[in-house]
């Protein structure tokens, strides 16, 4: 079993910046792919960033990149979304996750684990 409790969200102007913290327990982090998902009022969850095991390796939906960074330090057991020039589309609730699968590039899918979510609001 793995647990994952994220925090970092909140309001924010557009233009802003917020970083998102992802803390994970119960199991060996660092065999773990990791990613962020979003899920905006009335729609789908959606895929945002993810890090392969040991963050040598990133991927992005195409409507951050460039304004979002994720990290893992593994010593912290801890996953990060740094959200730069953040936009009023930006809002949502943002949820870790966690993948126990020690591949070299990390996956938009396949995800077991999943936290509470943190909201993030962006005003114009």
């Known amino acids: 079993q793995v647990q994952l409790v994220e925090s970092g969200g909140g309001l924010v102007q557009a233009g802003g910046s917020l970083r998102l913290s992802c803390a994970a327990s119960?199991?060996?982090?660092?065999?773990?792919?990791m990613g962020w998902f979003r899920q905006a009022p009335g729609k789908g969850r959606e895929f945002v960033a993810a890090?392969?095991?040991?963050?040598?390796?990133?991927l992005y939906a195409d409507s951050v990149k460039g304004r979002f960074t994720i990290s893992r330090d593994n010593a912290k057991n801890t996953v990060y979304l740094q959200m730069n020039s953040l936009k009023p589309e930006d809002t949502a609730v943002y949820y870790c996750?966690?993948?126990?699968?020690?591949?070299?590039?990390?996956?938009?899918?396949?995800?077991?684990?999943w936290g509470q979510g943190t909201q993030v609001t962006v005003s114009s």
């Open positions: 996750a966690s993948r126990d699968y020690r591949a070299d590039y990390p996956s938009r899918v396949g995800y077991d684990y």
């Open positions: 119960g199991r060996t982090f660092n065999r773990f792919q």
């Open positions: 890090v392969n095991w040991n963050g040598g390796s990133t």
